[in-house]
């Protein structure tokens, strides 16, 4: 049997290749999140696949790259320049990049960029495929380039365990809705066992996407996804704090940085390290600088902006328009403000090597982060790092920056306040030994606890754990064994007795509960079951009598209507297990009227022993936030009533307590005494009947493992199966 391994996937490979007279060099990356999996990627089996960053010429160079490549164990996969364009530069960075970072009005929806994003990541599943993954292998995708593959992989491979980390924001639900192609890409990644982000506020934006616009429900810390639970984590990404803390105290970085310090003639340095991008904050960060200058006179000549944009998607217009605006803002403060002796702004556009980068870091007294969004920004963390040797350092940080979360003892920032920048820049540069130690010093303390091996540790932690419970479940989920136990049960019984609730287990759930009518499919398997002389037929629902009774009075051999109070047993007509003209309804529906006077889109359903709060076609936030106060409000006349309230898909009902599907069902099973006895619904007031009922009773919860009952099955649609499947046993 073949060994489980772990493959890494994401649009970039940890390596850079480069042509430099006629030869090809492979340069391996030295980001964080490449020197993080490393520890994962190198060991036996693993793999990591994605794109090395270079169109191939000819398919000879093609193969010298696999080869080369894969003594590293990365796999390739070749994109031509037409694909990078359409999937890279356009769907990625031209469409999730500005919608993700709330940038709406840089968005082009271009048909052509979804077709390549789609061919693409088909592309990336096609490769894992010819790789080849096996059902214990676990996978790990990366990043917002790849939405669609988890869902490609789950499709191919129903056991697979799969994770997804995006790097990025998670934009709220309402900017999400703008991306045409959105359901496509929130399918796309419910592939995924477990879909994790930086920080809470992402985590929150996406189940709010998935349970505002898939309609699907969050319970127990997970998505409930067609028999799947779904986790939706936070972790926040750390950096290789041993790495730059100990760059810090080399003696050539220490070197440098006193060199940048004499080039500066010791004034205060304050830096900002950044890719391109608008969503940096980049200009904003120089018209604070700016007003500092021009509010704070003796500052000029004393400190000094060194900043470090590195070139990044300068093809891409708004990316140029950036770098234009930038020239002029920066050349437009060095002109106003400085002279011959003194340049405001040191900047440039470039990139340098690490050690270079580090003696920045370690000869700035301050270092500011003014991003407008940034899933995490690790700069941050690289400077409290090189600072934690001499604690001495003032962090400026973006409260919209993923970090802000962690390093609370930054200098936080609005960065769409220029004051805001200016107000802190001018406490930095002022802030006494003490306090600079004393928040470095806790700062430091996160970034070295959460590094970035803790991060990878923690996050297969939890991957594996939500495996193991979902092995643990499937063990209940009904499957070909299970099934056949259960029909040869029923084959052999000499009285065997069905109950079964109606909506969202013999009918799909509907959004107008009048139209939920019974399907002819339906019909026909009822009377199918019904003609078992040994069996009986009985439909246990919440429904009001009157409509089950026009429904379904000769389809089964008994009703059960408003969760227990009407029946039919045993003479087939309808009597009430309570007093006529109960005296509870009056108060409790003049409450209830209140909150749907107050609630688009709710209404209430009067039965003759209950009252129904319904809320499907309401705005689910709306309706939860009344919900609360309903709930409060109810309180006293449940206990002045002896009433019970419950809680369903989407509706709450009042009714009087003791009488419920289980004491109505046990009423049947107490007569007619079955030798065997299955009882499906996918409601919480299933549960009554799954909980009362004799333990070997075959109960089965529809959509959800979360239950009483002995087995769960996937959806409505395999109810009808599974059924379909008991009256071709009926001889
Ligand atoms: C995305 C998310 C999230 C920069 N200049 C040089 C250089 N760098 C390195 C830094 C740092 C990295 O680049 C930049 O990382 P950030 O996190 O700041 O930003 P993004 O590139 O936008 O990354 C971001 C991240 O993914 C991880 O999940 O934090 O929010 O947008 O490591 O050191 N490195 C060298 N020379 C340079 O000139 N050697």
Redesign the pocket.
């Known amino acids: 049997m073949s060994k489980k391994r772990t493959i890494i996937i994401s649009n970039r490979l940890p390596v850079r290749i480069e042509k430099h007279n006629g030869e090809l060099q492979f340069i391996p990356s030295?980001?964080?999140?490449a020197t993080g999996l490393g520890s994962i990627f190198k060991k036996g089996k693993n793999i990591w696949i994605g794109w090395p960053g270079y169109v191939p010429e000819n398919d000879s160079e093609k193969a010298i790259i696999s080869e080369k490549l894969a003594e590293m164990s990365l796999v390739p996969i070749f994109l031509t320049k037409k694909q990078l364009k359409g999937f890279y530069e356009g769907f990625s960075n031209e469409i999730l990049w500005p919608i993700f970072h709330y940038r709406l009005s840089y968005a082009v929806y271009d048909e052509g960029y979804w077709n390549s994003y789609k061919e693409v990541n088909d592309l990336f599943f096609k490769k894992v495929k010819e790789v080849g993954v096996n059902p214990k292998d676990e996978v790990w995708v990366h990043d917002y380039q790849l939405m669609l593959l988890p869902n490609l992989l789950r499709e191919h491979n129903p056991e697979l365990a799969i994770s997804y980390f995006q790097?990025?924001p998670f934009p709220p639900d309402e900017v999400f809705r703008y991306i045409p192609w959105r359901d496509e890409l929130l399918e796309g990644l419910l592939g995924a066992d477990l879909i994790a982000f930086?920080t809470f506020t992402d985590a929150q934006h996406f189940r709010n996407a998935c349970v505002n616009l898939m309609d699907l429900s969050f319970e127990n810390h997970s998505l409930h996804v067609r028999g799947r639970d779904i986790f939706i984590e936070v972790f926040p990404?750390g950096?290789d704090f041993d790495k730059f803390s100990a760059l810090s105290q080399k003696e050539v970085v220490q070197k440098k940085a006193e060199e940048i310090k004499e080039s500066f003639d010791h004034k205060k340095l304050i830096i900002s390290?950044?890719?391109l991008?608008y969503?940096k904050g980049i200009t904003m960060r120089l018209r604070g600088y700016e007003k500092l200058l021009k509010t704070n006179p003796n500052l000029c000549g004393k400190v000094v902006l060194y900043m470090?944009v590195?070139p990044s998607r300068d093809t891409v217009d708004q990316y140029r328009q950036l770098l234009d605006e930038i020239d002029r803002l920066v050349g437009h403060i060095n002109s106003v403000f400085g002279d011959n002796q003194w340049t405001p702004i040191a900047y440039f556009y470039?990139?340098?090597?690490?050690e270079d980068?580090c003696a920045l870091y370690l000869a700035a007294d301050i270092c500011i982060v003014s991003s407008l969004r940034?899933?995490?920004?690790?700069?941050c963390k690289?400077y409290v790092a090189t600072k934690a040797h001499s604690q001495d350092g003032v962090l400026i940080l973006s409260e919209l920056?993923?970090a802000s979360k962690e390093l609370s003892e930054s200098l936080l920032i609005n960065p769409s306040s220029i004051s805001d920048i200016t107000q802190a820049l001018h406490l930095a540069i002022h802030m006494p030994i003490d306090e600079r130690r004393n928040r470095m010093r806790k700062n430091a303390k996160v970034v070295q606890e959460f590094n970035i091996f803790h991060w990878i540790r923690i996050f297969f932690i939890r991957f594996r754990e939500i495996k193991a419970a979902q092995k643990k479940h499937t063990t209940r989920k009904i499957n070909e064994k299970i099934k056949d136990t259960l029909l040869t049960a029923y084959s052999s019984a000499k009285k065997s007795l069905l109950l079964l609730d109606y909506d969202g287990t013999l009918v799909p759930l509907q959004k107008d509960a009048s139209a939920a009518k019974p399907t002819s499919e339906v019909i026909a398997l009822l009377k199918k079951l019904k003609q078992n002389s040994l069996s009986q037929v009985v439909i246990v629902s919440g429904r009001s009598y009157q409509e089950l009774g026009t429904w379904l009075s000769t389809k089964a051999d008994y009703l059960i209507a408003e969760h227990g109070i009407w029946s039919t047993y045993p003479d087939g007509k309808w009597k009430s297990n309570m007093p006529p003209s109960p005296t509870w309804k009056i108060p409790v529906r003049r409450i209830m009227s209140r909150y749907v006077y107050l609630t688009p889109g709710a209404h209430i359903e009067e039965k003759t022993h209950s009252l129904v709060w319904h809320y499907r076609s309401a705005e689910l936030g709306h309706a939860n936030l009344r919900i609360g106060e309903l709930k409060e409000r109810l309180r006293y006349l449940l206990v002045q009533y002896d009433l019970e309230l419950l809680e369903g898909n989407k509706v709450i009902e009042v009714k009087p307590c003791g009488i419920d599907k289980g004491s109505a069902s046990m009423e049947i099973v107490n007569n007619y005494q079955p030798d065997f006895i299955l009882a499906i619904g996918d409601d919480v007031t299933d549960e009554d009947m799954f909980y009362q009922l004799p333990q070997e009773s075959f109960t089965i919860k529809v959509g959800s493992e979360h239950s009483s009952a002995r087995f769960y099955t996937e959806n409505q649609a395999s109810v009808l199966e599974l059924l379909k499947e008991l009256a071709e046993k009926i001889k």
Do not use: Y
């Not at 030295?30 to 999140?33: A, C, H, W």
């Open positions: 030295e980001g964080g999140l790097h990025i930086h990404m950096i390290v950044d890719r991008d969503s470090l590195v470039t990139s340098i090597p690490i980068l940034d899933g995490m920004n690790l700069v690289e920056a993923g």
